[in-house]
């Protein structure tokens, strides 16, 4: 079974610092997509970043960057020079590419607070 | 605007009842999916349509039915087979042929059963 582990229910981070949110995955397939979202109180699903499975290269988005590691298979978020509205849970989610669309899988979710 | 619409916002439902819950997409994509979101679960799946007129099951569709007659719309119920119903309930859809068929989120359905 396709799973995503994240190990971190809660974090905090303070203004302007860095902070980095974990995430592992389990899968068998060679070829996929590796997401992180984030869902502000609002409760709207936001697409921060996203991965390919097959570039080596990892993904950056203004402050926010992915450390990816096909090998361990491990997926971290890192968010740069926090804001308060960087406050919110942050779900990391996977899909393989075959079958055409197919469902994500997602972590149970880390909720990230920033102190002012 | 393209976008995905789900309504109501709210909803309250009495045990024993059946509810249906709407989500409409106006971005032209062919898949549709519902997720259940509770308290520390993060986000499960309950079906998905790839196309007009199929649909798989998720994880957790016991309780659960959907219908996919048009390519807007994918309405589901949830039916009063369902044990614990009280969740938040988030439709998204996806296009084929998009390098990474992202998946785009409506903005979610709070059921509450009295």
């Known amino acids: 079974a396709q799973t995503v582990t994240q190990s971190q229910p809660e974090m905090s981070v303070q203004e302007a610092e860095t902070v980095t949110l974990s995430c592992t995955y389990d899968t068998s397939e060679s070829d996929y997509y590796l997401f992180w979202y984030k869902q502000p109180p609002s409760r709207q699903m936001i697409l921060v970043i996203r991965?390919?499975?097959?570039?080596?290269q990892n993904a950056t988005e203004n402050r926010f960057s992915v450390n990816f590691q096909k090998a361990a298979k491990s997926f971290s978020l890192k968010i740069s020079d926090s804001q308060l509205g960087d406050a919110a849970m942050y779900f990391c989610?996977?899909?393989?590419?075959?079958?055409?669309?197919?469902?994500?899988?997602f972590g149970k979710g880390t909720r990230l607070s920033v102190i002012a | 605007d393209g976008g995905i619409t789900q309504s109501p916002k709210y909803l309250f439902r009495k045990e024993g009842q059946n509810v249906t819950l709407s989500c409409e997409q106006n971005l032209n994509h062919d898949a549709m999916y519902w997720y259940r979101q509770d308290p520390g679960q993060g986000l499960r799946l309950i079906y998905y349509s790839q196309i007009v007129n199929d649909f798989q099951k998720g994880d957790i569709a016991e309780g659960y039915s959907v219908s996919r007659e048009k390519k807007e719309s994918f309405p589901l119920t949830v039916t009063s087979a369902q044990k614990n119903p009280t969740a938040f309930y988030l439709c998204?859809?996806?296009?084929?042929?998009?390098?990474?068929?992202?998946?785009?989120f409506g903005p979610g359905t709070r059921l509450t059963v009295l």
């Open positions: 989610a996977y899909r393989i590419t075959s079958s055409g669309n197919t469902p994500l899988v």
């Open positions: 991965q390919e499975a097959y570039k080596q």
């Open positions: 998204a859809s996806s296009r084929t042929r998009n390098t990474y068929n992202e998946q785009f």
